[in-house]
């Protein structure tokens, strides 16, 4: 009799048990498609002693007046003015220093890699207009970049394999003879302009050429 009771509670309590709902779980999915507006500080995008900003005190050091005679727009000439030299001549620097040729490429960086990013700071410019800039003045700005990465790198604010990722090997001199050091400029001056003339022939490329060169490099490196 107990069992008959136990069985018939135990029977009724399963029939009066509501069946329970599936769970509705919320997520936020990614919307890779969406065009965002961010909001942001370009100086808080990179740490204070980051290499772009070594770039940036170097180019406002250097004596750019041949570059402005580049700007054709004066105080009252229609149009939209073209962004500051320096900025341009800095963002080449850098991608000359990260082994970078492509103008394509350039532009990519100056819109997705913070250090380029923050050298850029929001001037409107595309990978024609960069690529001018270096055609365009190629005497000047072939001769700054040259100075630019020998300085850096002589002066310890470029490291070594930067400057070897693509192959241009740059020895530093161990002595401390001024005779010594000033062959080593005078060496570093020469490699440097043989990476900007190599990295030139790239300008004008796709936006993955000078990315192929530097994996190439590596794995040869590697395989050494």
């Known amino acids: 009799m ?35 507006f961010e ?47 320096r900025v341009v001549l800095a963002l080449w620097l850098y991608a000359c220093v990260e082994g970078v040729g492509s103008a394509r490429q350039l532009e990519r960086l100056s819109e997705t890699h913070h250090g380029f ?37 002589s002066e310890g604010l470029v490291s070594l394999a930067s400057l070897s990722d693509d192959g241009i090997r740059i020895r530093a001199s161990t002595s401390t003879s001024s005779f010594r050091r000033l062959a080593t400029l005078e060496r570093l001056l020469g490699e440097a302009a043989e990476r900007v003339a190599r990295l030139r022939q790239e300008i004008d490329g796709g936006p993955d050429i000078s ?9 040869r490196a590697l395989r050494e």
């Open 39 to 85: 909001r942001f500080e370009f100086d808080a995008l990179i740490e204070a002693d980051h290499p772009a900003r070594v770039v940036w005190s170097y180019v406002q050091q250097v004596d750019l007046s041949g570059l402005f005679e580049w700007i054709r727009a004066g105080a009252h000439t229609p149009g939209q003015p073209p962004p500051d030299p």
């Open 211 to 219: 990315s192929r060169r530097l994996r190439a490099a590596r794995e």
């Open 117 to 153: 990013r923050w050298l850029r700071g929001g001037v409107p410019l595309n990978y024609q207009l960069l690529s001018d800039f270096r055609w365009q003045a190629a005497v000047v700005v072939d001769r700054l970049l040259t100075q630019g990465v020998a300085t850096l790198w």
């Open 2 to 36: 107990m069992e008959d009771a136990k069985d018939s509670f135990g029977g009724l309590a399963r029939q009066n048990t509501p069946m329970q709902q599936p769970l509705v779980v919320r997520y936020v999915e990614a919307q890779r498609t969406a065009v965002v």
